[in-house]
């Protein structure tokens, strides 16, 4: 069956960053598009963006560019969001996501909760 | 600000149809089908609906989603308390290469 575990809970200072991993079975990874979603304390989903493991392409939300890093190692069927400049209000859970381009996200991760604070 | 949006809240009693609606436009809803997720108190989201009306293996047929235009909307019928959740719509969104957009989530309480 299809998994996806991701990595666990973070404590990070303002300014640091924060990578997130994501570890596939139970399909092909490079067939499936990867997303992240981000969703802060009490609020809702906000998706952060896309990576297509096969060819390494990324797609990110205006929101998160420039700061979020989206790569993967094939090798390994891991996925891999990092996030630079954090800082207290991106205290969140994370999720990773699969899907097929313009299919929906079928299959999410556990969620990994990252907390900044000083 | 969502790019999709939905009421924050509903609520209904047991044995009650309720409906949650979700607005989006032409770039997303409007031209691309309409996914639903149900956010159980501290877990994952699950994905509930698909391709506006399509149940996946395991869904109950109590849930059922319509779309209509750039709006879409996900009916529940025979409410139980184990439907008390967040309830998300979501679409690509055909600009900038595919995004995927989010509404803002709709609480539902059985009262």
């Known amino acids: 069956q299809v998994q996806l575990v991701q990595s666990g809970a973070e404590v990070k200072k303002p300014g640091a960053s924060v990578k997130v991993s994501c570890k596939a079975s139970g399909y092909t990874f490079t067939g499936y598009y990867m997303h992240w979603v981000r969703q802060a304390p009490g609020q809702g989903l906000e998706w952060m963006g896309w990576i297509n493991p096969n060819s390494g392409g990324t797609n990110y939300a205006q929101k998160f560019q420039g700061r979020v890093t989206m790569t993967r190692d094939t090798s390994i069927s891991t996925a891999y969001m990092e996030l630079s400049r954090l800082r207290s209000d991106d205290t969140a859970v994370f999720y990773c996501a699969r899907s097929v381009k313009w299919s929906p996200l079928s299959d999410w991760g556990q969620g990994t909760l990252v907390t900044v604070s000083s | 600000q969502s790019v999709l949006t939905q009421t924050p809240s509903a609520s209904g009693t047991p044995g009650q149809r309720v409906t949650i609606s979700c607005s989006g436009s032409?770039?997303?809803?409007?031209?691309?089908?309409v996914n639903w997720y149900q956010q159980l108190p501290g877990t994952a989201p699950k994905l509930l609906i698909y391709?506006?009306?399509q149940r996946p293996s395991g869904v109950p047929d109590r849930f059922s989603g319509s779309k209509s235009g750039t709006s879409a909307s996900l009916a529940i019928s025979g409410l139980q308390s184990e439907d008390e959740a967040d309830y998300y719509c979501a679409a690509w969104d055909d600009s900038l290469n595919g995004h995927v957009v989010f509404g803002g989530g709709t609480k539902l309480t059985v009262l």
């Open positions: 391709s506006n009306n």
């Open positions: 032409s770039s997303n809803i409007g031209s691309k089908t």
